[in-house]
């Protein structure tokens, strides 16, 4: 006998071992097909072919060793073995290897793997995982995918049920089947892809149908996230922070420095310049109360500080960092004040409710909004109080504007002396000369552009 005919065994669940004689050279198409019951087989060194499904949905076979006379191996021939733990190519064989101890069989010509288990470690130097690889490997529960893939084939993970956790580190997303992951639960599963190409894999089908997408070392923040917390200062991170920006400035706080000019091409930036408010009637009751911001002009923003951001265009966008140092999460408070009032600026990386938010100012719509319902994490809360004790009488809405836009009116000076004038900021303290930004003098707002003298 030369020859195991096509579904010479297909079905016969009850056979749970077979030697193949000597003799043979071939083993056809679906020859054993569906034999639940079979254990172990051993193929002998005369085998050069092994036909498509010729062992698939052998659930209960547990090892695999191909001779090294084997030339040829049709599609899915090994496809659904879901118990299978070993596979062994033996050394000499010049078409297929085990190269590593992989436990899998690769096509060394093309370093394509085409047979894996639930044990399986693919080498840094494949670069193709063949269609149905890892089909029905139930047991499977993590794979690392290294740089050197470039495409993974159709059902290539296909009924792989208890996969929690893939690791690809091909920066540029692989050349993927749509069915790929096909029953394979990903919904539930959680992808890690190098930060640089978050975006990327969180876009393509199907890598973009994993329920979490998380850069490998590092961390993202999202508009999911409930809490952050950093213990302690971590440096080589990769952090991933998206958010459906509105277009409007709103707060954001995070335990690390922004490259601004990486991001500056899509959103702006502001930090905070301070609460001005006008009585123009001295009455002793303000007219007009608006927060000050001024541009970033910086290169890179301070961690656990708060800044103003807005996307120049709404919707869902992504700020993904490599290699940058995460410090411990702090809600560190930045604070102004002016003749009677005291303001404080805080971060917070954990959800406040209306509770904890009942007599504090959030950023929302371009405006500072007393009493919110919630505040995401990586935001920050304004909170002012009395230095006299009186009434603050302060709006329940506060307009955000550039420090430019401030006061209508307001003068510019720059280049010019200034002898016998009383010069005050705004929060009241006697000046000595004009500094950056806005000044009080003989109770009007004067903005300082250029180097006083005097």
Known sequence: MTRIGARAFSGCTSLTSITIPNSVTNIGGYAFYGCTSLTSITIPNSVTSIGDYAFSRCSNLTSITIPNSVTSIGDYAFSRCSSLTSIQVETGNTTYDSRDNCNAIIETATSTLIAGCKDTTIPGSVTSIGGSAFWGCSGLTSITIPSSVTSIGNYAFRDCSGLTDVYCYAENVPSTGSDAFSNSNIATATLHVPAASFIAYSTTVPWSSFGTIEPINGYVISDETTSFSIAVEESGKAVVHTHQF?????????????????????????????????????????????????????????????????????????????????????????????????????????????????????????????????????????????????????????????????????????????????????????????????????????????????
């Open 246 to 454: 509105t277009g409007d400035w709103e707060a954001l706080y995070l335990p690390f420095a922004i490259d601004y000019d990486a991001i500056k091409a899509d959103f702006d930036l502001a930090e905070i310049d301070g609460i001005v408010q006008n009585d123009d009637n001295n009455d002793g009751i303000a007219d007009i109360t608006v927060l000050s911001i001024m541009d970033f002009r910086e290169h890179m923003t301070a961690p656990n500080t708060p800044y103003l951001i807005r996307a120049k265009n709404a919707g869902e966008q992504t700020i993904a960092f490599d290699d940058v140092t995460v410090y411990p999460t702090e809600a560190a408070t930045f604070e102004c004040s002016s003749f009677s009032k005291r303001y404080e600026f805080t971060g917070s990386y954990n959800t406040l409710d209306a509770s904890a938010l009942a007599n504090r100012y959030v950023v929302q719509g371009n405006e500072l909004v007393k009493g919110a319902s919630s505040l995401a994490p990586c935001r920050w809360y304004m909170t002012a109080t009395s230095k006299t004790g009186g009434a603050l009488n302060l709006p329940n809405r506060i307009r955000i504007m550039p420090v430019e836009d401030v006061i209508d009116g307001i003068e510019t000076l720059s280049d010019s002396p200034l002898k016998g004038e009383d010069i005050y900021n705004l929060a009241g303290q006697r000046l000595q000369k004009m500094q950056k930004g806005i000044n009080i003098m003989n109770g009007k707002k004067i903005r300082r552009i250029g180097q006083i003298a005097g």
